[in-house]
């Protein structure tokens, strides 16, 4: 029996281990198996090959099961209560990518959307692509404010990795030389439309300090040998990359970093396969490995490994960590500080103003681009023109110009009906903002031992919400988009305020912080856990603080920089 225990414990070891496959994860097992690294990738959801198992990727709007692909209401109530509430579309080109949140119920004191995707490549997915970098106004936030804790690093320490990550990934975008929105290594942008071009110039003349640009977006536009060499092609302006891009032009997991990863000969995809703890041993205060419960089965197997890296996503990470219950850790896994499960964070969004956009009723566009324009944070950059004496922190704002197309609401029927909709509908326009939501230690997540997901496994009990300095900033979201779609000679213009509850903005962060203290914080400055070294966690559970901009490219370069660190580490026997 201490044979096969043995040859068990063998066949189940390898050098590294990564939990999730999604943005985060895919870099981990990327830069792992790149390094030499025996890599296991454990994945709760079920196998997506890219192209191969996008089934409605090409698919037409006359080959649905329902008309326009919307699922019946009484699907939509049953199966996803939270989906119904939040207006994100899923349909039926896109369910297979979503879970059943009947199946993984969570529980709210206080209203969370969370959006979730359990299969290889996660939310890589389904993410908006909009990808830009924190700057040094966001990781000195918190110690310039007095706010949480102090960011363990600033943007000298993973510029470069920006770099790297980008160089990778491929970013289309503009050089704004703005520092509080640094530049990166792009491919030539989108271009605006003719509305988006006018408002620009009209709203700059009037706000020079409002800077419009295009949005920087992880889509191909003009790929590299290095991404065609993963069989990567150019944006095709679809914009249906929520079924999946076939032509890899966005930036995936399984487009991408999965591809390289398989391609070193060092990369095993285990999927069906639920990580329910870390594995720690007292003896050498490591951690072994991981209990996984095996979705086919229902039997629980471990599986070892020198390096740990948790990319699970934010809140999964921290069920893990939670439930990871030890003599050594009675109050879940790395959690000396106390701050494991708290100081959630997303942005706030939904707010911000609309206008219509007579006189270019001549006027198109080619194709339908997945990118829209992005106007950087002007509020609080350090200035005394700049600050603001009703909230800290800040925003931006996301939104565009365009027509509606065929699908939209048109009165009266038949041939008149159908000979109204073969034009296009008026210019329309929307800013919509994206804010800052400051880490309050009392926003958190605990265990939820009563309520049981499908597979039996204890669930989150979710008590977030926002305060008086989001609400502050929300009502200047709502008055300064007003004030540019006004300065623009746009009508009708309105504001904006849309029903948020946390979570909608699908950026959740902030539930194992990085930090300088392993009192105030769960992680050191190379997202290491504080007190258990050879476990990393890198994806939005690491977060500090969340600054105004889209994140994913934040976690995939403290990724990047913590594999170097790990592989380093591990070489000296540290590990």
């Known amino acids: 029996m201490a044979n096969l225990n043995t040859r068990a414990r063998q066949e189940n070891t390898y050098e590294a281990i990564v939990v999730g496959s999604g943005i985060s994860g895919g870099w981990a097992a990327k830069e792992l198996t790149e390094k030499g690294l025996k890599t296991l990738v454990l994945e709760r959801g079920p196998m997506v090959r890219h192209i191969t198992d996008y089934p409605t990727a090409a698919a037409a709007p006359w080959e649905t099961k329902y008309p326009r692909g919307k699922l019946p209401d009484a699907t939509m109530k049953a199966h996803y209560p939270v989906q119904v509430r939040t207006g994100y579309a899923l349909t039926e080109y896109t369910q297979h990518f979503f879970v059943k949140d009947d199946e993984h119920p969570y529980t709210e004191e206080k209203r969370f959307d969370w959006i979730r995707g359990y299969h290889v490549g996660g939310r890589s997915l389904l993410w908006a692509r909009q990808t830009y970098r924190h700057s040094d106004l966001d990781f000195e936030a918190n110690a310039r404010e007095g706010i949480g804790v102090d960011w363990p690093i600033r943007y000298a320490d993973i510029a470069p990795w920006y770099d790297y990550v980008e160089r990778f990934i491929g970013v289309s975008g503009q050089k704004e030389g703005l520092p509080h929105l640094p530049d990166g290594v792009f491919q030539p942008p989108m271009e605006m439309n003719c509305v988006e071009k006018d408002l620009k110039a009209r709203s700059e003349a009037r706000f020079p300090d409002r800077r419009i640009t295009i949005g920087r977006a992880a889509h191909l536009t003009a790929p590299t040998e290095e991404q065609m060499a993963l069989g990567r092609g150019k944006c095709q302006h679809r914009n249906l990359c929520s079924r999946g891009c076939p032509f890899g032009a966005y930036f995936s997991s399984n487009s991408a970093t999965l591809v390289a990863a398989e391609r ?10 639920i990580v329910t703890s870390v594995i720690f041993n007292e003896k050498t205060n490591k951690a072994d490995g991981v209990r996984v419960l095996d979705e086919a089965t229902g039997k629980e197997i471990e ?16 069920w893990i960590m939670m439930n990871s219950v030890s003599k050594r850790f009675p109050n879940g ?3 000396d500080s106390d701050q494991l499960g708290r100081n959630i964070m997303d942005h706030h969004l939904g707010v911000g103003a609309a206008a219509e956009a007579p006189g270019y009723e001549e006027m198109y566009y080619s194709g339908r681009r997945p990118n829209g324009i992005y106007i950087p944070r002007f509020r609080n950059l350090g200035d005394a023109a700049s600050k603001r004496s009703d909230y800290v922190r800040g925003f931006g704002y996301q939104g565009g110009a365009g027509r509606p197309n065929w699908d939209r609401p048109e009165p009266g029927f038949g041939a008149d009906r159908k000979a109204a909709l073969s034009q296009p509908g008026p210019w329309l326009v929307r800013l919509g903002g994206f804010g800052e939501i400051l880490p309050y230690a009392d926003n958190r997540v605990t265990l ?3 309520v049981k997901d499908a597979h039996g496994l204890p669930t989150l009990t979710f008590n977030v919400s926002i305060r008086d300095n989001e609400n502050a900033m929300r009502r200047d979201m709502k008055s300064a988009a007003a004030e540019m779609l006004e300065a623009s000679g746009f009508r009708n213009v309105r504001e904006l305020d849309g029903d948020y509850g946390p979570g909608l903005g699908i950026h959740e962060m902030g539930t194992a912080r990085m930090g300088r203290d ?22 939005g559970a690491a977060m500090t603080s969340s600054s105004c901009v889209n994140p994913s490219l934040t976690y995939m370069a403290l990724t990047a920089r913590a594999v170097d660190h790990a592989v380093s580490a591990r070489k000296r026997g540290e590990l």
């Open 333 to 335: 896994f790395g959690n």
């Open 518 to 539: 392993p009192k105030t914080s769960v992680l050191g400055a190379f997202n290491q856990v504080h007190a258990c070294t050879n476990v990393y966690v890198t994806d």
């Open 303 to 318: 599986f070892y490994a020198d390096v740990i890296f948790l990319n699970a996503s934010a809140l999964n990470s921290a």
């Open 448 to 450: 939820n031992h009563k």
């Open 264 to 273: 070193t000969g060092n990369l095993k995809i285990r999927t069906g396969s």
